[in-house]
């Protein structure tokens, strides 16, 4: 079994729709850790050691975040600049997180087709997140497409909200019991492109 | 009476004269009270005559110098400092001593030259210690190596005095009657050891143990003048403790100030005494001006100008070898030499003592008076041609990089106030490295801090005399924390008045005192319990449910608010009261809509912006 850490990044959580919704759905499982690091650290004010203990702790690190300027919210980018410290997480000797895999899991209110080449947004999900690849690939990590939900807005039906919310329970939960096959995942777009055809039934 | 008051009167009118005088003329204050007292002595204005009486009881200035100089040596330092004193003053002491008494046996017997030699191989502590302090020096690397000598010289005195009586050549005039300060009773070997250890243990219990509790309880009458009592009486009584058992009493009051450099007491004792010795000094230096005698000095002009010369040059080739010898770095080696070349006013004591008991005849111990009193009138003068020609060549850089070295408790920042407030940010400036110099008023909480481990002092702070032994005036910064507005006001002006370089942070009981110290001209200020208010207002909206960033961000977003507003309001507070209060609620209405407007985005409008496929729609 994988113990999987959700670093949880939602400056107003109060207001999130769609974020909370997936949060929801997997707080108080087993082997899932979540962490708001909004709520840790209101003054950005970060635990460095805490949070390499924390990553030290689990197998699999999620970045759970609605996509803000075609990016993360600011605590991640802080929460990289200061954890990921040489000599821990890179460098000869920094190999804290190696072997560990990655992911991000995104909300976003542009649609599927705005993040195309050629679609309003210009680029695609996969270019816009690339720093996250590569600063996995620095850290020998295995990194994973994400987790994407595209298209987001308060008026989203309920049904189509609680599709997302059973969908990420699954893939959350197919990950920490190691029934997702790695190599098949990395040939889709998005790792929700096609659940069932990266995850093998119990 | 008369007499006295008009002695008491010429004294200080010459020396408020001279030294102002001297200060414009850069020369240093020793210097200025020389001079003086040549120009009211005997062979100037005539204006006083009989200086011994004076000199003897002036003397106590020495004494009262010393006691401050320990104050600010802690234990600690002085161990630290004990292969300085042994190994660099022993050998001054001996290496000036050997070349003096070989100079002396080509005219005299051995056992006058050895006489001269032991008496003139000591400096004068009262010049160099005021010089060293008034030009910064004491807490030098080459400072320190000095006052070592000077310690060393200090404790010589005594056994030098058991010596003498056995050079005498000739039968003893008289009753051996010498110097009040420097005494030695007529005890056989080991009993006069024993009464010595006994006396030196009541030094340091009285200082350690009976001192602290008299002074709280002096402290607590909140009478200045009973402290300033209680102060004197201490030395004093230290000296006479030590003349009796035959000590030096310059010794007795220094071990009594290392002692007690540890309390509490520590700054108010120093601002106590000070102007004492200061006085006592001055008009010491005045009597040995009025002292020189000028008939004498010129009938022997050859002979005294070759001792003084001889003396000065032969010490001062002595402390140079000496110098060398002990690896002092370079920089260091000319002050070193130069401070320490003169003769001191110890020998005006042994000389005497010397001629009582029957080793020097009486001629002799006048010229050479003459000449030792010459060569401490030179010894400014060298010093001040070392400022001129050889200090600049010499950089700064040198002298300080030492001092920080030797100097660990290089207090650069003054927290008056060690209350609640006062405390959280000592612990908070403390553990960040920096040690700030901590001044208290209430004697309890002193007295319990230190228990906690605080190196808090009693005193006054707004008091200007304690300020300046607390070190104001080298200091960069003063913290004021004190518990009540009207002190810290007063604080606040005596410090922009007469320390303008020091930065001033103040902590401001409220928004009234606020404005108050913004009209001293105070930027640098916090109202006491604003921070606090807002750190549990956060608290509050988190326990009422809002997520702790935005609780955070509001709580960020009402200081800001509220911090932009200030001078705002203080303009009107001080141009146009009336309205000040309806401006202040305006205000605030301000404040509460903006606040508000903040968590009422609209998040509809919002993600239809960014949910539209195409942003540009
Ligand atoms: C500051 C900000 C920046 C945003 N930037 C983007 C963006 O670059 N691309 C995008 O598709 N949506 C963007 N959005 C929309 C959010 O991604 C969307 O509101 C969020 O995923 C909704 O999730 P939630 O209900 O958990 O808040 C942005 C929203 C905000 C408030």
């Given amino acids: ?202 | 009476m008369e007499h006295f008051l008009l002695q008491l009167f010429i004294f200080l009118i010459a020396a408020t004269i001279a030294v102002p005088l001297a200060r414009t003329c850069r020369l240093g204050s020793v210097l200025g009270y020389l001079i003086a007292g040549i120009v009211i002595g005997p062979f100037g204005l005539s204006l006083i005559a009989e200086t011994e009486e004076i000199m003897h009881f002036t003397e106590f200035g020495v004494v009262m110098m010393l006691f401050l100089v320990g104050l600010e040596l802690k234990p600690s330092l002085l161990w630290q400092m004990r292969t300085p004193i042994l190994g660099i003053g022993g050998s001054q002491v001996f290496f000036s001593t050997v070349l003096i008494t070989l100079i002396g046996i080509l005219f005299i017997p051995w056992q006058q030259a050895l006489a001269i030699g032991l008496t003139l191989a000591l400096s004068s502590t009262a010049i160099v210690l005021q010089t060293l302090r008034e030009k910064g020096l004491l807490n030098t690397g080459p400072g320190r190596s000095i006052f070592s000598v000077l310690l060393f010289q200090d404790l010589a005195v005594i056994p030098i005095l058991a010596v003498l009586p056995l050079l005498a050549v000739a039968g003893v005039h008289g009753e051996a009657h010498h110097g009040a300060f420097f005494d030695l009773t007529a005890l056989p070997g080991y009993a006069r050891l024993l009464v010595v250890l006994v006396a030196i243990g009541f030094i340091y219990i009285l200082g350690r143990y009976i001192s602290r509790p008299l002074f709280r309880r002096i402290a607590a009458t909140r009478m200045r003048e009973i402290f300033v009592a209680a102060a004197l009486a201490l030395v004093i009584g230290i000296s006479l403790l030590m003349i009796a058992v035959g000590l030096s009493p310059a010794l007795g009051a220094f071990l009594a100030g290392v002692v007690l450099a540890d309390s509490e007491y520590r700054h108010e004792l120093e601002s106590d005494i000070e102007p004492f010795k200061g006085l006592l000094l001055g008009i010491f230096f005045i009597s040995i001006g009025a002292s020189l005698n000028f008939t004498l000095i010129g009938e022997q002009i050859w002979l005294i100008e070759g001792i003084v010369l001889g003396l000065v040059a032969g010490k001062f080739a002595v402390l140079f070898l000496v110098s060398v010898v002990f690896k002092m770095p370079k920089a260091e080696r000319w002050l070193f030499g130069i401070a320490l070349c003169q003769g001191g006013e110890f020998a005006f004591v042994l000389f005497q003592f010397a001629r009582v008991n029957g080793v020097l005849p009486q001629p002799l111990t006048e010229t050479l008076i003459s000449a030792v009193a010459l060569s401490m009138f030179i010894a400014p003068l060298l010093f001040l041609v070392y400022e001129r020609f050889i200090g600049p060549r010499i950089s700064h850089a040198a002298l300080s990089r030492e001092h920080d070295h030797i100097d660990g408790h290089d207090h650069s920042v003054i927290l008056a106030g060690f209350g609640k407030l006062g405390t959280d940010l000592g612990r908070f400036l403390i553990s960040a490295g920096i040690k700030p110099v901590i001044l208290d008023h209430n004697e309890t909480s002193v007295e319990l801090l230190r228990n906690f481990g605080f190196e808090v002092y009693y005193g006054d702070a707004t008091r200007l005399d304690l300020l300046e032994s607390a070190g104001a005036a080298e200091a960069t910064l003063i913290i004021i924390c004190l518990g009540e507005h009207e002190p810290a006001r007063q604080l606040v002006t005596l410090v922009r008045k007469h320390y303008p370089h020091l930065k001033i942070a103040v902590a401001a009981e409220d928004r009234r005192a606020v404005y108050e110290f913004m009209d001293l001209g105070v930027v640098t200020m916090r109202r006491k319990t604003f921070d606090s208010a807002l750190a549990l207002g956060q608290d509050a909206l988190q326990l009422l449910g809002y997520d702790r960033y935005e609780a955070y961000r509001l709580m960020r977003l009402f200081r800001k608010k509220d911090e932009d507003t200030l001078p705002e309001l203080y303009r009107i507070f001080t141009e146009d009261r009336d309205s000040y209060i309806s401006m202040y609620r305006q205000h605030n209405h301000e404040l509460a809509e903006l606040m508000v407007k903040d968590q009422q985005t609209d998040m509809d409008e919002l993600d239809k912006a960014w949910a539209g496929g195409n942003p540009h729609e």
Avoid at chain 1, 45 to 50: G, H, L, N, S
Avoid at chain 1, 62 to 78: C, R, V
Avoid at chain 1, 129 to 150: N, Q
């Fill in chain 1, 1 to 202: 079994m994988n113990k999987i850490l959700i670093l949880f990044a939602h400056p107003a959580f109060k207001r999130s729709t769609i974020n909370a919704a997936l949060r929801d759905g997997i707080e108080g499982e087993d082997g899932i850790t979540i962490h708001d690091l909004y709520g840790a650290y209101p003054d950005f004010f970060i635990d460095v050691d805490y949070e390499q203990r924390l990553c030290e702790a689990h197998d699999i690190i999620i970045f759970q975040h609605p996509f803000y300027w075609y990016s993360t919210p600011a605590i991640l980018k802080e929460w990289l600049d200061l954890v990921l410290e040489h000599g821990w997480a890179y460098g000869s000797q920094g190999n804290a997180l190696a072997g560990k895999y990655t992911l991000q899991a995104i909300t976003a209110g542009g649609d599927g087709a705005s993040y195309r080449t050629g679609g309003t947004n210009g680029h695609t999900i996969g270019e816009l997140i690339s720093p996250y690849r590569a600063t996995a690939s620095l850290c020998g990590m295995h990194w994973l497409p994400p987790f994407v939900v595209l298209g987001v807005h308060r008026g989203l039906p309920g049904v189509i909200v609680n599709g997302h919310v059973e969908r990420y329970r699954q893939a959350i939960i197919a990950l920490r019991d190691g029934r997702v096959n790695y190599q098949e995942a990395a040939r889709h777009e998005y790792l929700n492109s096609n659940l069932k055809a990266i995850i093998r039934e119990p």
